[in-house]
């Protein structure tokens, strides 16, 4: 089982719409968790922070299940800017930092 | 503000020869990270350095790669002798607090060995 894992997509959806997208983790003691954006040929920006009692910021709402090991980000009203590919990471072992293999969206529009 | 600065941006060699890589840090940043993405296999950690010190290289694939990190202010990953699946994004990363908090990754070199 992979430490990280995301469904890769793509996820095609139309201007306006809200997407939600779920990654699962394997390490129990991971502490740490976020969202990456990354574009096409570009380098991977954060984008949010994952923290236990749920965060939003603006249109993306982020939330964490340690019971079931999962993390959750939401986008609501898509903007045709919001299309990228989405890594979940995870910090587990002091020292590991664990990306997920990415989840591509493309805003139609 | 710079970024994080890596040179080259491309890079084409043959099979054999050594490639270097290179990274500029943030200034003030103490944690410096060097990762490869293919899209087999992801992004994945190579090896991550605190005030210059290496602390994991578990995820250097073999012997043929070596970082170093001199000064606070540059790093190099060398590989040597390079082969054809080592073709991949080379990004370094550079932040204040470890794995713990956000990374400023740079540009990327993409390596393409024949």
């Known amino acids: 089982r992979k430490e990280v894992e995301q469904d890769p997509g793509p996820f095609n959806v139309p201007e306006g719409a809200t997407v939600a997208f779920n990654c699962t983790y394997s390490?129990?003691?991971?502490?740490?968790f976020f969202w990456y954006r990354q574009d096409c040929r570009k380098e991977p920006k954060l984008l949010m922070s994952v923290y236990s009692s749920g965060n939003e910021d603006g249109r993306f709402t982020a939330q964490l299940n340690r019971a079931s090991q999962y993390i959750s980000l939401l986008i609501r009203d898509s903007k045709l800017s919001d299309s990228a590919t989405y890594l979940c990471v995870v910090n587990g072992e002091p020292g590991q930092l664990t990306f997920g293999s990415g989840t591509q969206l493309t805003v139609l529009p | 503000d710079a970024g994080v600065i890596q040179s080259p941006r491309h890079e084409v060699t043959e099979m054999g020869q050594e490639v270097t890589l290179r990274c500029k840090p943030i200034s003030g940043h103490d944690y410096l990270f060097w990762y490869r993405q293919t899209m087999m296999r992801g992004l994945e950690l190579l090896i991550y350095?605190?005030?210059?010190?290496?602390?994991?290289d578990s995820g250097m694939p073999e012997d043929r790669f070596s970082a170093k990190m001199p000064n606070a202010s540059f790093s190099t990953l060398k590989i040597q002798p390079s082969e054809p699946r080592d073709s991949a994004v080379y990004f370094c990363?550079?932040?204040?607090?470890?794995?713990?908090?956000?990374?400023?990754f740079g540009p990327g070199t993409r390596l393409t060995v024949t």
């Open positions: 390490n129990s003691a991971s502490q740490s």
């Open positions: 350095f605190n005030n210059n010190v290496p602390i994991d």
């Open positions: 990363a550079s932040s204040l607090v470890g794995t713990g908090g956000e990374q400023y």
